[in-house]
């Protein structure tokens, strides 16, 4: 019976810690943190998830952001969309090879200048992967496919269109920053939290047996 039970308690911390990997595996734009007004290098980092590549990556460019430069990235294109006053409204890199493999993550980089008055900046990433399915990393922070947030503080750093820093940044706000980051831990930590309370359940279960 105790060979039983922790073989079933092995089962639950494997699947435990496969849930916490998953989790952590999203697509990020970074940095995380921007002051209204400079001019920013952003990275998105794509994680693959599946057995099969990731072939293609969609951003959708904020209005809080005016992206007008790209990295150029070895074994990928990429394509824009403008609107009507010229301003890029999305990014598609696509891969001319075979993309991203299961065990591979990618980065891509682009530039632009944040707005005066923005607060934050809500990154929507569509990863679509070589069988055609899609992956919307579009919604809110605690949910299971976040979007990727820049917070944006005030300060009287900014930066001219080379990204060269002019002034000190005077608004740091750790406070807020550790904030929202434990909110957005939550969702991982109630579903740890209910493997464990479902694993001692389990275990007084035999033990009544």
């Known amino acids: 019976m105790k060979k039983k039970v ?16 998953a989790a952590s ?6 940095p995380q943190e921007v002051t209204q007004g400079s001019y920013e290098k952003f990275t998105v980092r794509v ?11 969609k951003i959708d460019i904020p209005k809080d952001v005016e992206i007008s430069r790209f990295e150029p990235k070895p074994g990928w294109t ?10 890029i409204k999305s990014v598609t890199w696509t891969a001319t090879g075979e993309g991203l493999s299961a065990t591979e993550f990618g980065e891509f980089s682009m ?18 992967y070589k069988d055609g399915s899609v992956v919307a990393w579009e919604g809110p922070a605690d949910a299971e496919l976040p979007a990727s ?6 300060g009287n750093t900014t930066t001219d269109a080379h ?6 940044t005077t ?11 434990s909110t957005s831990n939550i969702p991982l930590i109630l579903s740890i939290i209910a493997v464990i309370l479902g694993a001692v359940a389990l275990m007084r279960s035999f033990v009544k047996k």
């Open 78 to 87: 990429y394509e824009l969309e403008k609107d009507s006053s010229g301003l």
């Open 25 to 30: 595996a999203h697509v990020v734009v970074y």
């Open 111 to 128: 530039q632009g200048k944040v707005g005066d008055s923005a607060e934050k900046i809500a990154w929507k990433a569509y990863q679509t």
């Open 47 to 57: 994680p693959t998830e599946k057995d099969i590549p990731t072939t293609k990556v």
């Open 171 to 181: 608004d740091n706000t750790d406070n807020e920053e550790s904030e929202e980051n």
């Open 163 to 168: 990204g060269v820093a002019t002034e000190e």
């Open 149 to 154: 947030i820049t917070k944006v503080v005030k």
């Open 6 to 21: 922790t073989t079933i308690l092995a089962a639950l911390v494997l699947s435990t810690i496969s849930f916490v990997g």
